[in-house]
């Protein structure tokens, strides 16, 4: 029986030599078009080109990212047109702005007569944007009068300030971009960062500049004297006894018997004062209401230093005879 040899399924040492002569003779071809075609003029492309930006940095400040680069369509050496592309060695072109405040935009009509030239010898067809937008600020220092953020602190119960807050510094000096000054309206939040206060207050307060605006904002002070005085208020009740005023004799009140109770809040410096107070209950029969035969009843003497008086019940009904 003829034996049969089994392939090995390698290419031969003579195979592979001539498979490398092959490869290296493709290379070399396509090396060689490149390079020959990127010698030719007269390409057309478009690239985003590489600006820079130019203007007094002590007097402005740039408020939002200003543009990188601007799209042109340009033509020229296959050489030169491909370092544009890849941006390889190639210088950005400068705008100069002297007020940049003055305006929002620049036109890129006005760009293309000096960036032709900067980019010479490559040939610059066109701009594909009308404009470029940017916003630069004036950097200002302006006085902002302090005051309390009342989200950053509590009350103790029945306590509330009295009177005005003082501050030291009476204004707080803010440096930074125009438009993110005026965002404040000439007051500068002060941030307590205190719990259930009970007593007067007299602090030194750190100032802060919000986190999202701390890289445009200086502060001229590093904290503000706070101080205010405050007032406990107590609670308490009376029973009142009941006045008619303008009653005609055919009408009474379907609970003659009836005793109103007044609870509030009473500034504890004034309990004294309150205990020699007497308090009623009045009921005018002109002020009643048509509609379902009731009055209101108002409390008399009302004194500035009880708050949140409340009287139970706040109206009683009528009886016709």
């Known amino acids: 029986m003829a034996e049969h040899k089994k392939s090995s399924g390698r290419i031969s040492s003579k195979k592979l030599s001539n498979l490398k002569v092959v490869v290296l003779c493709i290379a070399a071809a396509t090396t060689f078009w490149i390079l020959n075609a990127l010698n030719k003029d007269n390409y057309t492309t478009i690239v985003d080109y590489p600006i820079e930006w130019d203007f007094d940095g002590e007097k402005y400040m740039a408020i939002q990212p200003l543009p990188e680069s601007v799209p042109i369509q340009i033509s020229g050496n296959g050489w030169d047109l491909l370092r544009k592309y890849f941006k390889l060695n190639e210088p950005?072109?400068?705008?100069?702005?002297?007020?940049?405040a003055t305006k929002n935009f620049i036109l890129t009509s006005d760009l293309k007569r000096p960036l032709g030239d900067f980019i010479t010898p490559t040939v610059l067809i066109g701009m594909l944007e009308d404009s470029l937008a940017f916003r630069i600020d004036q950097i200002q220092t302006r006085k902002l009068d302090p005051v309390l953020d009342t989200t950053s602190y509590t009350m103790a119960k029945n306590v509330v300030i009295e009177g005005e807050i003082s501050f030291d510094p009476k204004q707080i000096s803010l440096s930074g971009p125009s438009s993110v000054l005026d965002s404040f309206g000439g007051r500068f939040p002060i941030s307590l960062n205190a719990k259930r206060i009970g007593e007067n207050f007299n602090e030194s307060v750190p100032l802060r500049i919000p986190k999202e605006l701390s890289e445009v904002l200086t502060l001229q002070d590093a904290s503000v004297e706070v101080s205010f005085t405050v007032i406990q208020f107590l609670e308490g009740n009376k029973r009142l006894k009941l006045r008619k005023v303008n009653f005609p004799k055919t009408v009474t009140l379907e609970n003659e018997e009836l005793t109103p109770v007044i609870s509030y809040l009473v500034d504890g410096s004034k309990v004294t004062e309150l205990k020699d107070m007497e308090f009623e209950a009045v009921l005018d029969y002109s002020k009643r209401n048509r509609e379902d035969s009731t009055i209101a009843i108002v409390v008399r003497p009302n004194p500035s230093y009880i708050?949140?008086?409340?009287?139970?019940?706040?109206?009683?009904?009528?009886?016709y005879e």
């Open 92 to 100: 950005p072109f400068v705008i100069n702005l002297a007020e940049p």
């Open 307 to 319: 708050k949140e008086m409340k009287v139970e019940p706040s109206h009683v009904r009528l009886k």
